[in-house]
C-alpha cells in the first residue's frame, strides 16, 4: 500500500524508501501509488522482519562506531519530515560532529562491503536533505553502517549534485502520481524474474 501521509496542511509526502523503489524500478512508483496494489509478498516480509530483528539487536553497542565518527551528541530513531521538500521518514541516528555538522546515519544488516550501494547513498542524500531542512544546519556528509558480518562504516558526501538527483528523483515519482502515466520498466530486466508484479506488468 502507498506509504504517502498528509501534514496538517494537506501536503503530500513520500518515504525515502519510496524513492529507493522507484531507483529500482520506476513501475512499482506506478503499481504502489498510482494503481495502489501493494507488494503482497508474505514469505519476503517474513525473511524481511527476521532480519529486522537481527538488525536491532546488532545495534546494540554501536557506540564505537559513532566515536569514531566523532559524535557528540545523537538522536535515535528520528522522524524527519519536509512538506517543502515533500519528503519524510524515520533515520536510525541523527549525529552531531565535532565541526558543527549534523550527519544522518543509517544501518544495514547487510554483509559488509567496501563501497555503498547506490540506493542506500541516496537514502542517506535523502535523509541529510531533510535533516538540513529540519534542523537548518549544515549537512556535508553521512554514514552507512554495513553490520551483518561485521561492522563497516562507510561516509557517503553530501554534494549539491547528488542532492539535485534526489530532487529530480522526487519530482519524477510526484509526475507519476500526477498524472498517472505508466513508466518505463526498468533497464535491469533480470529484476522481473522474482519482482512481485511481474504477472500483470505488460
Ligand atoms: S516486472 Fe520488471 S518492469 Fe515490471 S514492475 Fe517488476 S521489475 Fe519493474
Known amino acids: 500500500m502507498s506509504e504517502i501521509i498528509w501534514d496538517t496542511e494537506q501536503t503530500p509526502m513520500i518515504t525515502p524508501s519510496e524513492v529507493m523503489q522507484h531507483i529500482y524500478c520506476p513501475r512499482f512508483t506506478w503499481f504502489m501509488n498510482v494503481q495502489n496494489i501493494p507488494q503482497h509478498e508474505e514469505s519476503r516480509f517474513k525473511v524481511l522482519k527476521g532480519r529486522e ?14 566515536r569514531k565518527i566523532g559524535a557528540v551528541k545523537r538522536e ?17 541516528e541523527v549525529l552531531w560532529l565535532k565541526d558543527g555538522t549534523i550527519s544522518p546515519l543509517d544501518y544495514k ?9 547506490k540506493t542506500h547513498e541516496m537514502q542517506i542524500i535523502l535523509y541529510a536533505m531533510l535533516i538540513h531542512e529540519v534542523y537548518a544546519a549544515s549537512v ?19 554534494t549539491e549534485e547528488k542532492m539535485a538527483q534526489a530532487r529530480l528523483l522526487i519530482g519524477q515519482i510526484f509526475d507519476i502520481m500526477r498524472s498517472g502515466r505508466l513508466p518505463h520498466r526498468t533497464a535491469h530486466r533480470i529484476r522481473c524474474e522474482d519482482c512481485c508484479y511481474k504477472n500483470i506488468c505488460v
Request: charged share 30%; proline share 3%.
Open 53 to 66: 530483528v537481527h538488525r536491532r539487536r546488532s545495534l546494540e553497542n554501536r557506540d564505537y562506531l559513532r
Open 76 to 92: 535515535i530513531e528520528v522522524y524527519l519530515a519536509s512538506p517543502t521538500l515533500r519528503l519524510r521518514g524515520i533515520v536510525d
Open 109 to 117: 544488516y547487510t554483509e559488509v562491503r567496501d563501497v555503498v550501494f
Open 140 to 158: 556535508t556528509r553521512g554514514f552507512v553502517a554495513y553490520v551483518r558480518n561485521g561492522n563497516q562504516l562507510l561516509e557517503v558526501p553530501v
